[in-house]
């Protein structure tokens, strides 16, 4: 993520464009920087999402968000596709509800997420939204990857067993911190957060232990030590205020 | 107007199910007229019966045993309900997924026992020799119950609360299968 896309200053000599579209039918106005899920939120219809934070930039890694778009073949993630005039959007087909279903029972498969006895049972945004999907059970086979719990940080652990890959730690480290101590290493399937250059937590130089990841994550998968099942509940309220803060920063350099 | 016949039963699990079933208090006294239980823990019968209209299996398929035992109740049941997350998800049985059976044994029964008879010497060279002679063999791993035989309804839950279970079995006996998403979920 180091090559964020700059931010397009809107003047009257190069305005945003409006422009019209359609989501389930009805007719929305946004500007062409906004995306579908963006719009779609501003306009009360719900899609779920997992890796999207309000405060961070994209990522389009869990594909939760997918939307049909009338004459694409594929599914489109709503977080990262924007619209373009008289576009055609459907969030809520039979189609899109039954991939969303099974990318989030693939989410279950892959690693071992306990939910009984997990520190975030409860608070838990990937648990939330077997609920808001209606998987009651999962019709693929559980892999059961042997993965690490890394506790040498003094103050939190990261937990692989618990990691959907949402890359928000990532983000919120390079993004809001600006110490990038978190990255990804490996492919699909065995791809892993790291902290600096695969090393013990607790060995980074580069990590703040401001603790912005644990809190940005979804799930069980980095937590605050000394919290026991069901007692590790996030809070992200703090994210959308520092953005505004970090870009008055930006501003103020700029004059 | 006639009776269900129901049967419980418990594989890899703890009885925490069955428990919140007791915890249904006074829906037990309004179902126990429209019910009959045939099987289980929490009565006296010693063999499954020929037939039981509704099954709520408990745990995971863990041991050879619990895999023999499920293909048997399968066979005999009408509705086989996968009741909790150990018998939806493998859930905490599942967490020796990841060792070998070899390994689960020797931290169970040898590093974490009490050696108080042995000196120390010999409590270091103590090892573990798994015979499994008197006990079912364990299967190299935990695996929900839809994995080896159809299930007709899910039940999570840690355990499941006891108002999906009064729902699950009242829409049963009106005879509908009924929709349990929303009314639970995987953990506590």
């Known amino acids: 993520m180091s090559h964020h896309l700059p931010k397009k200053l809107r003047t009257d000599l190069n305005p945003s464009r409006l422009l019209t579209f359609k989501i389930d039918g009805r007719d929305v106005s946004a500007r062409e920087d906004e995306s579908i899920l963006a719009v779609a939120r501003q306009n009360n219809i719900a899609i779920p999402t997992l890796c999207h934070l309000d405060g961070l930039s994209e990522r389009g890694a869990c594909r939760l968000c997918i939307v049909e778009v009338r004459g694409v073949a594929k599914l489109l993630p709503s977080c990262v596709t924007f619209p373009r005039q008289d576009m055609e959007v459907i969030t809520n087909s039979e189609r899109v509800i039954t991939y969303r279903r099974k990318i989030l029972e693939l989410l279950f498969t892959e690693r071992n997420h306990v939910c009984s006895v997990c520190v975030s049972n409860n608070h838990c945004e990937l648990q939330n939204l077997s609920v808001e999907l209606g998987v009651t059970h999962v019709h693929y086979n559980y892999l059961y990857p042997q993965l690490a719990v890394d506790a040498s940080h003094s103050r939190f652990s990261v937990d692989h067993n618990r990691c959907v890959l949402c890359l928000r730690c990532v983000r919120v480290c390079d993004e809001i911190e600006g110490a990038h101590t978190w990255d990804i290493m490996g492919r699909g399937i065995t791809s892993k957060v790291i902290t600096d250059l695969n090393q013990p937590w607790g060995t980074s130089e580069t990590c703040t232990g401001c603790g912005k990841c644990v809190q940005v994550c979804p799930t069980g998968a980095l937590s605050e030590k000394g919290k026991s099942v069901a007692e590790m509940i996030k809070r992200r309220q703090f994210l959308p205020y520092l953005q505004m803060m970090r870009g008055r920063q930006e501003e103020s350099w700029q004059k | ?188």
Not at chain 2, 36 to 41: A, C, D, S
Not at chain 2, 67 to 72: E, M, R, S, T
Not at chain 2, 97 to 118: H, K, Q, S
Not at chain 2, 144 to 159: I, S, T
């Open chain 2, 1 to 188: 107007m006639a009776k269900i016949g129901l049967a419980t039963t418990w594989l890899d699990g703890c009885s925490g199910c069955h428990m919140s079933l007791l915890d249904l208090d006074e829906g037990l006294i309004a179902l126990a007229d429209k019910v009959e239980i045939l099987y289980g823990p929490l009565v006296d019968y010693k063999t499954f019966p020929d037939h039981a209209d509704v099954t709520l299996v408990e745990g995971a398929v863990s041991s050879e045993a619990d895999k023999k035992n499920i293909l048997h109740i399968r066979a005999r049941s009408g509705v086989l309900v996968s009741f909790g997350d150990c018998a939806v998800t493998a859930n905490v049985p599942g967490m020796r997924n990841r060792y070998p059976v070899e390994a689960i044994l020797r931290r169970g029964y040898v590093e974490n026992a009490d050696l108080p008879l042995l000196k120390e010497d010999e409590a270091e060279t103590q090892t573990c020799e798994t015979t499994f002679q008197e006990v079912p063999r364990l299967c190299r791993i935990a695996r929900p119950v839809h994995e080896f035989v159809h299930v007709d309804v899910f039940l999570p839950g840690c355990p499941p609360p006891p108002e999906a279970i009064f729902y699950l079995l009242s829409e049963l006996l009106a005879g509908r299968i009924p929709d349990m998403r929303g009314r639970t979920r995987f953990g506590a």
